[in-house]
């Protein structure tokens, strides 16, 4: 007999077609847990990941319109994790953040990279086809934005409104900045190293330069890259040659990149103003789907997918809370595709009571420190915000 329609018809949860359908497929459906047929998010009607317009820039898709000049653009969440190059963004859902209203056009061939600077044996430069026969080196990792979330906090903090998808991840390609910076024969009074990417339209402002201490920079995995999930990168990511620092926040991640200067003295930076490190991204998780405001029935499980990250650690655990923090209980967490990629987790989780319900995730890595509730204090630290209480990274629902 059908042991399991007469437990659903039990428990008197009302039984949907989507049920109904999952029920027919239980006998040797892995999906099914306990009682119930678990909705996953594909039979589930959710609304756009992001609360901004969706409008599409030539060659991507329709993303979260932050802003349109500068083009600011973030990934609807249920886009974070791709199809074409799993568990990595698509390439047309990669975020999409730039100061500079004109982006740069460099036609490919007449592209050099110079790298040069007082502190530097040789300059030289080099066409995208040298970079191509150098060495290259792959590497997934988490690019993401310091105002990822800050949209979200009451009351407001100065800065572009980012909601959740100012963060994507992809596998990189390219050529060590190491090796790069051999070949230029870095002298031993180098103490910077800057990058020079897209043109400032400002009289004053001209150029956009990024500068960092030259021992942040020898690291191996620093590249200049050319291709982005095994394809050139979009015009919007940094076309043709953008500088990618597995484990640190974005902004560090000149895009449009046609300069490198090893430098006896500091950048003088005179458009950002002050000299940045390549911080350490902080340890973040969120879910994905079911996306914010998503109607989700009453007492029906739900599979909630998500993805955590850090600086390279490497994420141990994800737990999840329906009672704003009270209790925890843990997701299962998928493989590792590489340390500075996300890696992907679910959990099924069913509602008790209808109205708007919260689910917050939490991650821990694997040098035990876990994520702060409010998950960027450090980048706040400065701000006037004071502490609201305001979770970022909550998993919104109605449950009808
Ligand atoms: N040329 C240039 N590079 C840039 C920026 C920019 O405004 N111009 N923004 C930085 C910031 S703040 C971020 S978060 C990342 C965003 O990369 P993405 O647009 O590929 O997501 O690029 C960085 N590189
Ligand atoms: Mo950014």
Redesign the pocket.
Known sequence: MDRRKFLIGTVGVPVGLAAVGRAAGLYGGPSASGTEATLTAAELSMPAGTPYPLVALPGKGLMGQVYDRPPNYETPVEHLIGTKNYPYTDNEY???????ANV?VLPPESYRLKIGGDAAENEFSVSLDQLDEREQVTIGAV?S?NGEGRGLHRPMIPGMPWAKGDV?CAEWTGVRLADLLHEAGVKDNALHVSFA??QMISMTKPE?WRSYPIESMRDPDVLIATRMNGEQLPF???YPVRLVVPGTW??T????LHEIQVRSTPHPMEWSGRPVTANKLGLMSLIVTPTDGTKIPVGRPVELTGVAYDSGAGIKAVDISQDDGKTWQPTALERSYGKYTWRVWRANVTFGQTGTQRVLSRATNNKDKVQPLDPMPDVYAQSARKDTGARVFAGVYEVV
């Open positions: 990669f975020y999409v953040r730039f100061r500079e740069l690019g934005c994507s990417g897209g956009y919007w990511n940094g974005a902004p991640w000149t895009k449009q």
